[in-house]
């Protein structure tokens, strides 16, 4: 009798831990069915001299990334919208945990961690010995990643537990690879085609001289060598090759600039996301670098990071590729409800709130270290936040969202928000072919159907493998 009670008393701390494993800023609700999301709420981490003597600690994300924000919303708004459906998944209920990955492998394998780690805490089944309220379910599958090198990272993991993975931003052609990514699916288009489409407007205009320029990850360095093969086809030839990051230091930078200072190329072809470029064009522009014919892959052709008025002189012109936009129904009010106070369910909403407006909400403000970050000034409409809370006015809670400029509220053209949407929608229609399925007719053993109130990771990554291979849409 003493082994047991014991047992159980080991058993309900180990709950109480783990059901607030992870990062403590999150997005999380409750639901029978639990999904996992990624989003870079940030744009990086700061830069920190680690002492090897002292206990690791972890790295603080800076930059407040709006649109990473309004991706975030995206997932709890088609999320929300299945709940309310009465025909898709009727009387199932939906949760969420939603992580920030900072645009670093390092963060998003923290919250992957704690997703796989939920996962084998719920295959324990606890509840059968103790009366866990605080119990999450498993994580059935997983939205995100951003970029390419991030998602391999979080879908090298996943795949070891057979847990679904939809990216909605993640175009590398090496995650088309199933022998080695056997459950990452996504709704945008492998790279593939993109590169293929550079060389054609290249030879289209007979540029027959170029630079070309890519991010030194898994994005970038595929992209760019299938560019490559592209442009020896067509007889197109390469001047210089570069490869660049938004961690390199300043000498790299400036041997990249200096090489394309002094090259005679008009074109440079570039493979890069946003923050791995901004250095770069950072300093082309000090040098005020003008004349060249920028070609942008989709990444970076529309970033916020980039489309600045001061680099305008330099990147104008700019020919880019991008994701085919598309309509959701109701987002735009769902944005505009954003409230730290109302959207309880929402951990990002009090730092969004005070990088939206430039001020601090006093209460509970010490549990969100992200929110004082070592930049001053807010950059509007520029996607980044950067303020110190030391120098910011107290929030009156009463500010009007619609009277801001933000890259949150550019509903215009919804890119990656659709494909967020739409990677929701697919996990869900897949969740819906588990729960109509007729017994004798089903995907496992002799035909047999999975308990969708019991639905484990593995067997929605199956049914995605057999019907739902991928929701992919065009780039324009």
Not at 146 to 164: C, D, E, K, Q, R
Request: contains cysteine; negative net charge; aromatic residues 12%.
């Amino acid at each position: 009798m003493m082994t047991f009670y014991s047992c159980c008393l080991i058993l309900l701390a180990f709950t109480w831990n783990t059901s607030a494993y992870g990062p403590n800023q999150r997005a999380q609700k409750k639901g029978e069915i639990i999904l996992g999301g990624l989003f870079p709420i940030h744009f990086g981490v700061a830069a920190k001299d680690q002492d090897l003597k002292s206990r690791p600690e972890s790295v603080e994300c800076i930059r407040y990334n709006f649109r990473g924000f309004r991706w975030l919303q995206a997932m709890i708004f088609a999320i929300e919208e299945i709940n309310s459906s009465p025909t898709l998944l009727p009387n199932m209920t939906l949760g969420y945990r939603i992580f920030d990955t900072c645009n670093t492998v390092s963060k998003a394998l923290e919250a992957t961690l704690s997703f796989v780690a939920q996962n084998k805490i719920d295959s324990l089944n606890l509840d059968e010995f103790c009366n866990c309220s605080d119990h999450i379910p498993s994580t059935i599958a997983v939205v995100g990643a951003t970029g390419s090198g991030i998602s391999t990272a979080v879908a090298n993991l996943l795949g070891l537990f057979y847990i679904p993975q939809v990216s909605y931003a993640s175009s590398s052609r090496l995650l088309s690879n199933k022998n080695q990514f056997k459950s990452f699916l996504r709704t945008i288009p492998n790279d593939e085609h993109q590169a293929t489409a550079m060389a054609d407007i290249i030879e289209y205009f007979r540029w027959n001289w170029v630079g070309t320029i890519a991010a030194d990850d898994d994005y970038g360095r595929p992209g760019i060598e299938k560019f490559r093969e592209e442009a020896e086809e067509r007889d197109i030839c390469i001047d210089f090759s570069e490869l660049i990051s938004q961690y390199s230091v300043e000498e790299e930078i400036q041997h990249v600039v200096q090489v394309i200072q002094n090259s005679s190329a008009k074109v440079i072809v570039v493979f890069s996301s946003g923050p791995d470029l901004e250095p770069l064009i950072k300093e082309i522009v000090r040098r005020n670098i003008t004349g060249k014919i920028w070609l942008a892959s989709e990444a970076w052709a529309s970033s916020s990071l980039i489309a600045m008025p001061e680099f305008f002189h330099v990147i104008g012109g700019t020919i880019g590729f991008a994701l085919k936009a598309g309509q959701i129904p109701g987002f735009r009010e769902f944005l505009q409800k954003v409230h730290p106070k109302k959207s309880t369910n929402n951990g990002f909403a009090k730092e969004f709130w005070e990088e939206t407006f430039n001020c601090y909400l006093p209460e509970g403000s010490k549990n969100h270290p992200a929110s004082a970050s070592f930049h001053k000034g807010h950059e509007e409409g520029s996607g980044v936040g950067n303020s110190t809370a030391a120098f910011r006015p107290p929030c009156t809670g009463e500010e009007n969202i619609t009277n801001v400029e933000t890259p949150y509220m550019d509903y215009t053209h919804l890119r990656i928000s659709y494909n967020v949407y739409l990677a929701v929608y697919s996990i869900a229609h897949a969740l819906q072919d588990i729960y109509t399925c007729t017994p004798g007719k089903g995907l496992f053993t002799n035909g047999s159907c999975a308990d969708i109130k019991k639905v484990e990771a593995w067997q929605v990554s199956l049914t995605f493998s057999i019907k739902h291979a991928c929701v992919c849409i065009s780039i324009e």
